[in-house]
């Protein structure tokens, strides 16, 4: 049994800036610029094309021994000009590294002098807007870097257009902001959703086109898509936030909230049965419209679908784990279609997830005694694997080695997963996606246990009872 | 003529990094061997990723970071090198360091770690890399890792790798200091003055491959050709190998240098220290292994070394020739464009490129030195793009200006030429298939003829769908799909493999001579 206090084995989140670069992609017209050294922007690069399969362009300050003794301030400037020489963009996201921040590079003070520097403005119509934020990689995780960032950038709009507290005007928008990263596929289908919905509605970050782009005739420096500037700077006067994700906080949405009062209604990631129709409830109770017939349609056939599968998924015995907020939602998805989640599992250190997993279990199937476990890495949680026996692993492809050596199927979801394709169209939300992941979960069990081929009735005696070639010959004569 | 300016639209300040070949036997002055220039994208990673990349490979290593979890989060069995045993390097571990940890220093926590390690795992050996937060806070990993390995008597050698330090070719001489301190004093003391002299006609020669990492198993295609020839291969650093076999590379006769701007380093070294001359060779394409072959019998100057090793190349070249021949007819003409990490890989893949009739008309590395791009430049034709430290934008610009059919680089390469439409393929980490050896070879034929020739280019041509192409009659439709490859309007450049052949040989001898003169 390992048990360790020190060192970390396989692990099961990423660092604060890669969140942030998650983030800062699904904004319009967005560069993002590491503070650093050179490698973080290639690594996480590597990370995020590999999963996307897309380009991902980030800069860095590319700091040298020099920058790191003398402080970063000329290389960001730099970094800066030559990011906006190359790549025009609206918005660069400044985000800083362990090394920049370690060597107390003041990165606002920076940014503030290069603006006078290059006399840029404030003002998103024409002024280049740099976003810094703090995300040093040794605290938290990608999650918290993602979140802060979301607050940074909706923080920097609303702060500037608010200046001397500008009226709200109200634009009877609904905003949607979550707190982890979601599939592309995902995105679409919360925005399909809302297009059906709310007449209006700005979803922070979309990703749906910049990480999964289509192929066209040109090739745009930076990918076309995200949430437009625009709307970001409409956020403060929308009629209400829905903040996707609980078990984090969603400091964008609080923020909103606290500054502007615009109320925020936070609701589990729309993941399976009960967290849609959870989403859906939010959504029309604010917007005070009612469910277009399409979905209701929908969530009729994965009613059907939840019947029609009902005996495979009793009692399997499920690992889940991944971001703490999705984490929370396929874990309510698995006790609604009476899986049996043994083990549930996120690499973030989160004091609320266990209370909330608890909670949820109390509420569906309360005779049930999960491991619950936060702060994890792989090797912590084969460990646990081992203890809990799952007939299946729900999670991130860095499960692998685990589903592997156990010979059980891994079902990919979240990121990163890098040994299969098309991680960008994983659809899991909504009641479209829930019945995907239904169908992917029962169909990797069918293929695991093999149900069809092997009749596990009664075997008809041709196949069991044995005979002895002799046998056979002399009974062909 | 030099032409370096505007070549491409990028910043000033990079323009002396990319120029473009347009004499014959010129050589190019071009910028390398630089700190990356801020916010220019560059493809580079750090000094931390030169060394791991170096050492990685070692199977029973605990290859444990010291640092936040991202360094050791996004390095985790990125480099597809296999082994024939233990698996230990698959695994990532780092010393996590949070926020208390830099305040108050890591060592406390490293220390523990190495202890927790050793109890769990009990490695032959710990490398302890150093990360940017390490060279800031000054943690001292030196004597930490002295007083561990004194504890358990076992090496514990620190890398000391911290990114910001200088850049990846820096990261390559922290993994060879790192492994010196692994490599054994033989028993019998061999010096480069008292030279035991041996005859190969009798005791079977040693030798040790440096810098092949057995990415997708290279390494077991490489070591029978030299076990057939009679010749022992002792290690090769680092791919597929253990503790105890790196031990004992003080025991070779000679170092073949394979990637040579990793481990050129250390085979200077043995050379001063263990008297071990060293080779530069290359085990990809049929003409570099043939090179390979012949320079390493020649060396021991055994005849029946000699004889095995023209059997071998006569047998081998006999039997992959039909193939290479059938690709060669599918891909020739088409023109490829290279980017790699280092120029080792870059200069033999313009030699594997004229065997298949390709001709290279973009070259650039991460890397590259001085000596190496002036190399690269003798070694390709004319009109040639050769750039240092390129990033995305140049590459895709310089793609579409050169037309290049293909693309052989890395993963965040990969999705520039793919968006272009360009063909591709991964000659790096992420490779599951030998592109060394003879069957290597036919692997990477294979690979560049399906990605080339694959009918998709053809599908993606019409981007957007305009009714009318489709409903004006079925010819339109017809020629759409026509079975000729998709970059047939390329064609237009003339092809003369005798002028490459003919720089390559110069190149080759030069190499060769080179060698024997040193």
């Known amino acids: 049994m390992t048990k360790r206090s020190y060192t970390t084995v396989n692990p099961c989140i990423m660092c604060q800036p890669m969140g942030s670069a998650l983030a800062f992609k699904g904004i319009e017209s967005t560069m993002v610029i590491y503070h650093g050294s050179q490698g973080c922007s290639t690594y996480m690069r590597l990370h995020l094309a590999h999963h996307f399969r897309e380009p991902v362009d980030i800069a860095s300050s590319s700091l040298s021994e020099k920058g790191a003794v003398y402080g970063g301030r000329e290389n960001l400037k730099k970094g800066l000009r030559n990011v906006i020489n190359r790549y025009q963009p609206r918005v660069i996201g400044v985000a800083t590294t362990c090394l920049a921040e370690t060597i107390g590079d003041d990165v606002p003070a920076i940014i503030r002098e290069f603006k006078e520097e290059e006399e840029i403005g404030d003002d998103p119509k024409k002024d280049i807007i740099i976003i810094p934020v703090s995300t040093p990689s040794y605290g938290e995780s990608h999650v918290s870097g993602y979140i802060k960032t979301l607050e940074a950038v909706v923080r920097n709009f609303a702060e500037n257009q608010g200046k001397g507290r500008a009226i709200k005007i109200p634009n009877g928008k609904i905003n949607l902001i979550t707190v982890e990263s979601l599939s592309p596929a995902d995105v679409r289908e919360i925005k399909e959703i809302l297009e059906f919905t709310a007449e209006n509605y700005i979803f922070l970050p979309d990703i749906s086109e910049t990480f999964d782009a289509p192929l066209r005739d040109d090739f745009p420096k930076i990918a076309p898509g995200g949430t437009l500037l625009s709307e970001i700077e409409d956020m403060p006067n929308s009629l209400a936030s829905l903040g996707l994700g609980i078990v984090s906080k969603n400091l964008a949405m609080e923020f909103l909230e606290g500054n502007y009062s615009v109320p925020g209604h936070g609701v589990p990631i729309p993941i399976g049965l009960s967290n849609t129709d959870n989403f859906f409830t939010k959504l029309v109770n604010i917007l005070s419209c009612s469910i277009p017939e399409k979905y209701q349609k929908e969530r009729g056939r994965l009613l059907d679908a939840m019947v029609d599968v009902h005996k495979y998924l009793y009692g399997v015995k499920a690992a889940v784990y991944g971001d703490p907020d999705m984490v929370f939602s396929l874990t309510t998805f698995l006790l609604e279609i009476g899986m049996h989640p043994v083990l549930v599992a996120t690499g973030s250190k989160s004091r609320d997830f266990g209370m909330k997993i608890r909670q949820i279990f109390k509420e569906i199937r309360p005779e049930l005694e999960p491991v619950v476990l936060d702060g994890i890495d792989f090797d912590s949680l084969n460990d646990a694997v081992s203890n809990c026996s799952p007939d299946i692993l729900i999670g991130n492809s860095n499960g692998r080695y685990i589903a592997k050596d156990r010979d059980i199927p891994l079902v990919r979801v979240g990121l990163p997963i890098h040994d299969r394709v098309g991680a960008q169209r994983i659809l899991t939300v909504g009641y479209r996606g829930a019945l995907e992941l239904l169908d992917r979960i029962t169909n990797a069990i069918l293929e695991a246990t093999d149900t069809f081929t092997s009749p596990v009735q009664a075997k008809p005696a041709t196949y069991t009872s044995k005979v002895t070639e002799e046998e056979c010959i002399e009974g062909m004569k | ?518």
Not at chain 2, 30 to 36: F, R, T, W, Y
Request: glycine share 8%.
């Open chain 2, 1 to 518: 003529m030099t032409e370096n300016t505007g070549l491409v639209d990028t910043l000033e300040e990079r323009q002396p990094y990319i120029a473009r070949k347009q004499e014959n036997g010129q050589i190019i002055p071009l910028a390398c061997d630089n700190n990356s220039l801020a916010g220019a994208i560059s493809q580079r990673a750090c000094v931390y990723s030169g060394a791991r990349v170096v050492l990685n490979p070692i199977t029973d290593a605990i290859h444990l970071v010291h640092g936040p979890i991202g360094c050791a989060g996004y390095t985790w069995d990125i480099r597809g090198a296999k082994s024939s045993g233990v698996e230990t390097n698959r695994s990532s571990f780092s010393t996590d360091m949070k926020e208390l940890d830099v305040i108050f220093g890591g060592e406390d926590k490293l220390s523990n770690a190495i202890d927790e390690l050793v109890g769990l795992y009990t490695p032959p050996v710990i490398l302890v890399y150093s990360t940017c937060i390490v060279g800031v806070i000054g943690d001292d990993i030196e004597a930490v890792c002295k007083m561990a390995s004194m504890k358990h008597n076992i090496p514990v050698i620190p890398v000391k790798s911290e990114g910001f330090k200088g850049n990846k070719s820096d990261g390559y001489k922290a993994a060879c200091d790192a492994l010196k301190q692994l490599i054994k004093r033989p028993q019998k003391e061999k010096t480069a003055e008292n030279k035991p002299e041996i005859s190969y006609e009798i005791m079977k020669p040693r030798i040790n491959i440096l810098g092949d990492f057995n990415v997708a198993g290279d390494v077991w295609l490489i070591k029978p050709l030299f076990e057939q020839m009679g010749i022992e291969v002792l290690v090769s650093l680092t791919g597929d190998s253990t503790v105890e076999s790196i031990s004992r590379a003080s025991e070779a006769d000679l170092n073949l240098v394979q990637c040579s701007g990793s481990m050129t380093y250390l085979a200077k070294w043995m050379q001063k220290e263990y008297g071990i001359p060293y080779l530069t060779v290359s085990f990809f394409g049929i003409e570099d292994i043939s090179i390979a072959l012949r320079k390493t019998a020649e060396y021991f100057g055994s005849e029946d070394i000699k004889e095995k090793a023209e059997e071998i190349l006569e047998i081998e070249t006999n039997r992959i020739t039909p193939e290479i021949s059938r690709v060669r007819e599918r891909v020739k003409g088409k023109k490829a464009a290279i980017y790699m990490g280092g120029p080792a890989k870059a200069l033999t893949l313009i030699k594997g490129f004229s065997e298949l009739g390709m001709d290279v008309v973009i070259i650039g590395t991460q890397t590259g030195q001085k000596e190496d791009y002036e190399q690269i430049s003798y070694s390709v034709r004319n009109g040639t793009v050769i750039v240092d430290d390129a990033n995305p934008l140049e590459l895709a610009e310089l793609l579409v200006k050169q037309k290049a059919d293909l693309m052989v680089a890395g993963v965040k390469e990969r999705f520039i030429a793919y968006k272009l439409g360009v063909a591709f393929c991964d000659f790096n980490h992420d490779r599951v298939v030998k592109f060394e050896g003879f069957d290597g070879f036919v692997n990477f034929a294979r690979e560049v003829d399906t990605s080339i020739n694959s009918p998709v280019w053809k599908s993606i041509r019409q981007r957007v769908l305009k009714p009318e192409t489709i409903s004006s009659g079925k010819e339109a439709v017809k020629e759409k799909i026509s079975e000729e490859p998709h970059a047939k309007e390329y064609k237009i450049m003339a092809v003369e493999p005798e002028l490459l052949y003919l720089n390559i040989d110069v190149a080759a001898k030069n190499q060769i001579s080179g060698e024997a003169s040193r």
